[in-house]
């Protein structure tokens, strides 16, 4: 299984490489930090010398790199499995507060750039006629969020319905989608967010159940599962009044 990670360099992608290699799966690991990938290679490789772990520079926000470099890998490692789009921002300010900028560029980070990445994983498995495609969105995806959440929340919303909207075309083919809804885990974008809940997972579990889902290929998943899956419930029927509170 050759698994591609976007966002490898840190946090929830690196701990997804790291647990993934446990698992025998051969890696290909984007982000902008070569540094930081090559570091988390030699680590793997140390770990398990069996593993094939491919590094590549990659700002998901040039669009052209994500088209050139997916598919440098692809040839390279015989044709990519699985795609784990991964890369994404938490910034955001509420609307109108004249930070019209921060959140022009969570937009573009977690949508249109998540976009290249589906579209460029897809030509693949649409040539090869299989594959799995995995988006990582947010439990904040479920509703409108208040505050610096709006941008956020509409974001990870967006390529959610992106997903989704495969999944419905590429029912009853090779070609699976998967499409998970972390809550909090502990990662270097919520650090701010550790402090004010008890809810907060460890990287290592949070990503454990992330990566449970993902190999069995599940078409949605809240993780980790408790509490996320009972609170999406709750996410989605709430009024208005108790969202706010969120923000």
């Known amino acids: 299984m050759r698994t591609l990670i976007t966002g490898a360099s840190s946090g929830l992608g690196a701990e997804m490489a790291r647990q993934f290699a446990a698992r025998g799966v051969d890696l290909v690991l984007c982000a902008r930090r070569l540094s930081r990938l090559e570091e988390l290679r030699d680590e793997i490789v140390a770990a398990y010398p069996d593993r094939d772990v491919v590094v590549r520079p990659l700002d998901v926000d040039d669009h052209d790199a994500v088209f050139r470099v997916f598919r440098e890998v692809d040839d390279a490692v015989g044709g990519l499995d699985r795609v ?28 249109l750039s998540a976009l290249a990445q589906c579209e460029a994983a897809m030509e693949g498995f649409r040539a090869r006629n299989r594959g799995h495609l995995v988006v990582v969105s ?19 919303a967006g390529i959610a319905t992106i997903a989704e909207g495969l999944r419905a075309e590429l029912i009853g083919t090779p ?17 701010q967010v550790a402090q004010r809940t008890p809810l907060m ?47």
């Open 84 to 111: 784990v789009v991964n890369a994404g921002l938490g910034k955001g300010a509420p609307i109108g507060t004249g930070r019209f900028d921060v959140n022009k560029q969570t937009l573009t980070t977690n949508l």
């Open 201 to 247: 997972a460890s990287t290592e579990d949070g990503v454990r159940a992330m990566v449970r889902a993902i190999e069995r290929e599940v078409d949605e998943a809240e993780v980790p599962a408790w509490p996320w899956r009972p609170l999406g419930v709750v996410l989605r029927h709430a009024p208005l009044r108790v969202i706010r509170r969120f923000g």
């Open 138 to 156: 947010s439990m904040s995806a479920m509703r409108g969020m208040p505050k610096a959440m709006t941008a956020y929340s509409a974001s990870k």
């Open 175 to 191: 070609i699976t989608v998967t499409t998970l809804f972390p809550g909090y885990i502990r990662s270097e974008m919520n650090d």
